[in-house]
């Protein structure tokens, strides 16, 4: 158990849906980075909070969105969701707003129908 | 570009063998570098980490080389196991596009008994 959690493990929808998925991060980390992973790819970076605020964005959609709580557990919320969108959704934790001790949770498996 | 990649996606050794598994950069402001092994269904699992000023660090039966002047980060892993059988990452941190890892495509590594 790396000790960020993720939730749910699997996700089945329609396209043209709206999902959410949830990231808890290690205890202690204050940083939480969304990655998307699809078949026989690398991960992509989406977007980094830290402490609440967004700190970094990568090749994230605009049909995509993320937050993060004051109790530091984020949010990834896809929309409009298509075809394409099915991958693993991973979320990782760093105790600061820089990389250093990048911790990953199991990720959640989303598949678009 | 600017993203990390991989010279071989897939490698296959015997167990007992020693693996060495190559990355190519091609960001010389990258001051950050990781290996990740990824396991199916799982997320990936930190294993080893350099910064832009060493060469050469070890770890429990794995050494990740860093040589700056040709832009290329090698993991070598001693005594291959079976367990070691997953995909691996490398990983670097440029320090222009924020604070988040850039991931290559990975290298799927084969241990054989």
């Known amino acids: 158990d790396s000790g960020v959690t993720q939730t749910p493990k699997h996700l089945i929808t329609a396209t043209g849906q709206r999902v959410t998925l949830r990231c808890s991060p290690r205890s202690g980390d204050l940083s939480v980075y969304w990655y998307q992973q699809s078949l026989d790819q690398g991960l992509q970076f989406l977007i980094q909070y830290y402490n609440g605020e967004e700190r970094a964005k990568g090749n994230i959609l605009e049909r995509f969105s993320a937050q993060q709580f004051p109790d530091l557990h984020s949010e990834l919320n896809l929309s409009s969701l298509e075809l394409g969108d099915s991958a693993l959704y991973f979320c990782?934790?760093?105790?600061?707003?820089?990389?250093?001790?990048?911790?990953f949770g199991s990720g959640t498996r989303l598949t678009v129908v | 570009g600017e993203s990390v990649g991989l010279h071989l996606p897939t490698l296959s050794v015997q167990e007992g063998d020693n693996s060495i598994i190559n990355c190519a950069y091609s960001n010389s402001a990258s001051d950050y570098f990781i290996w990740y092994k990824q396991e199916s269904g799982k997320g990936p699992q930190f294993i080893i980490d350099i910064r832009s000023n060493m060469d050469k660090r070890q770890g429990q039966r794995v050494t990740v080389l860093l040589n700056k002047t040709v832009k290329h980060l090698s993991l070598q892993i001693a005594a291959t196991q079976p367990g070691d059988s997953a995909v691996y990452f490398c990983?670097?941190?440029?320090?222009?596009?924020?604070?988040?890892?850039?991931f290559g495509k990975g290298t799927t590594l084969s241990v054989s008994s």
């Open positions: 990983a670097e941190n440029i320090q222009q596009a924020g604070t988040a890892l850039i």
């Open positions: 990782a934790s760093s105790p600061s707003a820089e990389p250093y001790g990048y911790t």
